[in-house]
């Protein structure tokens, strides 16, 4: 790590991190893989609407080795549009294919606030897991098909980081268990 300044933050320093690209696609890699499980949930809700499947798309373009471009900015944002109409499972599911795009942007800021690049999308993903109708998916259950995704990249990545506080929301819950298990599995 080396010190370098935040200009988009209150005027301090901040620690700049070597991240690689390489580790950043992985953490799009592993939010794509996590949206792409609940985004049928969506679909089936709204079957005309392809805001999230082109976030998830547009998410794997660059996982895949294609530079970042306008495209998944844009897409997260549309995506997240789609999902604030909605509610429970579809929801959670568009809101897991606009963080998967959005990931692509995760900045190598050694910032708490950070986490949420890596690990929102994939916590709305398991919230669709539990939401759905069905009901098939307990909370552990949809923590261990998020978990079956993560690779050692990103548990590299993740504790880079410093860790977030434990916000209000159910989604920063999840966040935050997600978080305390993948770092727990550091020694992997």
């Not at 592993?30 to 709204?46: I, M, Q, T, Y």
Request: a positive charge; charged letters at 20%; aromatic letters at 4%.
């Amino acid at each position: 790590m080396t010190a370098d300044i935040d200009s988009t933050a209150e005027p301090s320093f901040r620690l700049r991190l070597d991240l690689p690209l390489a580790k950043i696609r992985s953490v799009t890699a592993f939010n794509a893989s996590c949206a792409e499980l609940v985004l049928g949930l969506f679909e089936a809700e709204r079957p005309q609407d392809t805001r999230p499947r082109e976030a998830v798309e547009a998410a794997w373009e660059f996982a895949s080795g294609q530079p970042r471009s306008r495209r998944q900015r844009t897409t997260a944002v549309s995506a997240h549009r789609a999902a604030r109409s909605l509610v429970q499972c579809a929801g959670h599911s568009a809101m897991a294919a606009g963080d998967a795009a959005a990931s692509a942007y995760l900045h190598p800021l050694a910032r708490a606030t950070q986490v949420g690049h890596i690990l929102r999308g994939p916590s709305h993903a398991a919230l669709a897991l539990q939401k759905k109708a069905e009901g098939s998916v307990d909370h552990r259950g949809s923590l261990d098909v998020v978990l079956d995704r993560v690779t050692q990249a990103v548990i590299e990545v993740l504790c880079l980081y410093p860790q977030p506080g434990k916000g209000d929301s159910e989604v920063s819950g999840v966040m935050s268990s997600l978080d305390s298990m993948i770092r727990g599995m550091s020694g992997r």
